[in-house]
């Protein structure tokens, strides 16, 4: 089956429905905020620590703190993180 390359908009659609946020644009994820929801969504037995989220995330720092728990998810469920 061919990869099927996805438009940033119907990534934007896709994460808004699996997240039931309403970010307006694709950089606004960048506060981690909606790809922690769509893994505790899509992985419930993971137990993404959603509490430890900052969900009024302003700042550089803030946006650390959140990428971190992102990550720590990523490496509980092994996922290669390639750059």
Request: proline share 4%; charged share 30%.
């Amino acid at each position: 089956m061919k990869a099927r390359n996805l438009g940033r908009l119907e990534l934007l659609a896709w994460i808004n429905d699996a997240a039931e946020t309403d970010y307006p644009k694709v950089e606004m994820c960048s506060d981690a905020i909606a790809y922690c929801q769509v893994i505790d969504a899509i992985h419930p037995l993971t137990n993404v620590p959603l509490h430890r989220l900052n969900f009024n995330a302003k700042n550089k720092d803030d946006y650390s703190r959140n990428l971190k728990v992102l990550d720590d998810v990523l490496t509980k469920l092994k996922v290669n993180k390639r750059l």
